[in-house]
């Protein structure tokens, strides 16, 4: 649920912009420290069912991983209230509640620090967009950003970088002078079943394009999914005036701070098992100066 961007993801990266264009306030019907007083009886998580490498109906992604992690230390079972992450996600999840009803689902698991429609816990993990190539079509000798950047003018000009629009990738190909390279692909497309990687597992593993630029755990995820051709990652490192890593964390409502303490504790708590799950995801994880985490 990207998204700017981070500004917004995540979808990934649509997700994160969903989340950005989710714009309006709405009011609780009950007031939430009433309903943050209530004995919980399942961890209710608002998701994208269709949102790899994030979510799913099949409980594949990350954050299905971090769920199941979150209600075994809870002792709960982990229920889903599943919506497209296109626009007004956070109003037709977290805060859907129908008159004498229950909220459908109490948490986000993945949302951008800094977001403002709901109440941001500690960050989970900080990553960053990364361009990926496939192996065999004459960039194989590139292993690094610099190296990309690096190819005889002829050889650049001739490549298509898809990227979703409105995100960051824009802003480097304008740094680097690729904008005419540039292949932009709709972020939040009406589509259902439109999810993430696709830019990555049939765009790129196709060859319609020959570079992607996309958010580092679809760039990752993807990579280790897609078997042929092989993808290489290279995640990128942000620049004077283009910001392209982000921290990410959980969401909450708005004035459910026991809950929230609640849900800090156990990002604390279980910080290895976290960490276990994004590097199996194959998440590029860096710093805060934005350096890349070995």
Not at 212 to 217: D, E, N, Q, R, S
């Amino acid at each position: 649920m990207i998204l700017t961007l981070v500004m917004a993801v995540h979808r990934w990266t649509r997700r994160l912009l969903a989340l950005s264009a989710a714009a309006a306030v709405v009011l609780l019907p009950l007031s939430a420290a009433a309903q943050d007083s209530e004995p919980r009886k399942a961890l209710r998580v608002c998701q994208d069912p269709n949102n790899l490498p994030f979510s799913n109906l099949a409980g594949e992604g990350i954050e299905n991983r971090l769920a199941e992690v979150f209600g075994r230390a809870m002792g709960l079972p982990v229920t889903y209230y599943s919506f497209p992450a296109r626009m007004a996600f956070i109003r037709n999840t977290l805060r859907y509640k129908l008159p004498g009803e229950d909220y459908r689902c109490d948490i986000v698991m993945g949302v951008p620090v800094g977001f403002d429609q709901v109440s941001v816990t500690q960050p989970l993990y900080r990553s960053t967009y990364a361009l990926v190539y496939a192996q065999g079509r004459g960039l194989d000798g590139v292993k690094t950003v610099q190296d990309f950047l690096s190819l005889p003018a002829e050889q650049l000009k001739s490549l298509r970088i898809g990227l979703y629009d409105r995100t960051p990738a824009s802003a480097w190909l304008v740094k680097h002078g690729l904008v005419a390279q540039g292949v932009p692909y709709l972020m939040m497309s009406p589509d259902p079943d439109q999810y993430p990687g696709q830019l990555l597992e049939t765009e790129l593993a196709a060859g319609k394009i020959d570079v992607a630029i996309v958010w580092g755990p679809i760039a990752g995820f993807f990579a280790k999914r897609v078997q042929q051709p092989v993808l290489q990652v290279l995640p990128l490192r942000s620049e004077p005036g283009v910001k392209l890593d982000f921290a990410m964390a959980m969401g909450v409502r708005h004035g459910e701070r026991e809950w929230k303490q609640q849900v800090e504790q156990l990002i604390a708590s279980r910080r290895d098992d976290i960490q276990a799950i994004l590097r199996e995801y194959r998440v590029p994880l860096v710093d805060d100066s934005g350096a890349l985490i070995p």
